[in-house]
Nanobody, 121 residues
Framework: QVQLVESGGGAVQAGGSLRLSCAAS??????LGWFRQAPGKGREFVAF????????HYTDSVKGRFTISADNAKNTVILEMNNLEPEDTAVYYC????????????????WGQGTQVTVSS
């Protein structure tokens, strides 16, 4: 089972940037994704990246603002978040799945502890 540890959350003003990291031990063959959960809402898919760095896929609300990438030498997946909006405020979770293409949280078998992102207007 893959072990996931997120880091890099914080508080920024609207228009700012943050970089989230997910250290993934034993991730060979897993696709990694980012989800987020705002207070009172369900867990929402944000982006995923395949084991080899391809494919990548984003939810529509973050396209053009967020970029997901993988550093396999460091077993790390990065989520670069630019032009942040207050609506991006949530706890962000890294997750892993054996599936090759899915945005459903139920398909992800391993989860990190989450990291808080707060964007003020």
């Amino acid at each position: 089972q893959v072990q996931l540890v997120e880091s890099g959350g914080g508080a920024v003003q609207a228009g700012g940037s943050l970089r989230l990291s997910c250290a993934a031990s034993g991730r060979s063959g897993y696709m990694l994704g980012w989800f987020r959960q705002a207070p009172g809402k369900g867990r929402e898919f944000v982006a995923f990246i395949g084991w080899s760095g391809f494919p990548t896929h984003y939810t529509d609300s973050v396209k053009g603002r967020f970029t997901i990438s993988a550093d396999n030498a460091k077993n790390t997946v990065i989520l670069e978040m630019n032009n942040l909006e207050p609506e991006d405020t949530a706890v962000y979770y890294c997750a892993a799945t054996r599936r090759s293409w899915t945005t459903r949280a139920v398909d992800f078998s391993s989860w990190g502890q989450g990291t808080q992102v707060t964007v003020s207007s």
